[in-house]
């Protein structure tokens, strides 16, 4: 099992930045991807970010791009979201996500990850 822990969402104007992490623990070697997903009252879960965890390649949603960006402390078992220039329609509750699969980048849907965190929430306001 893989225990996920978020931290770091809270309440910014348009344009402000923030960053979550996300501190996983257990048998975290038993996965190979790791990334944020977020979900809009209302909406259905939608996929920010993932990564292949030793290294290689990222997706981004078309959404964040060039806005958000993902990170890794291995020393720390901990993984970044790191927020720029955000804005309202960011506002969401962020899930931190870890998965077995090998294809978290090439198939970048919430449905492939294994372990969740129990989210944090960010608030943009214009």
């Known amino acids: 099992q893989v225990q996920l822990v978020e931290s770091g969402g809270g309440s910014v104007q348009a344009g402000g930045s923030l960053r979550l992490s996300c501190a996983a623990s257990?048998?975290?070697?038993?996965?190979?991807?790791m990334g944020w997903f977020r979900q809009a009252p209302g909406k259905e879960r939608e996929t920010v970010t993932t990564?292949?965890?030793?290294?290689?390649?990222?997706y981004y949603a078309d959404s964040v791009a060039r806005r958000f960006t993902i990170s890794q402390d291995n020393a720390r078992n901990t993984v970044y979201l790191q927020m720029n220039n955000l804005k309202p329609e960011d506002t969401a509750m962020y899930y931190c996500?870890?998965?077995?699969?090998?294809?978290?980048?090439?198939?970048?849907?919430?449905?492939?990850?294994?372990?969740w965190g129990k989210g944090t929430l960010v608030t943009v306001s214009s």
């Open positions: 996500a870890a998965g077995k699969t090998y294809y978290c980048t090439t198939n970048p849907h919430f449905s492939v990850m294994d372990y």
């Open positions: 257990g048998d975290i070697y038993s996965t190979n991807c």
């Open positions: 990564f292949y965890t030793t290294g290689g390649s990222t």
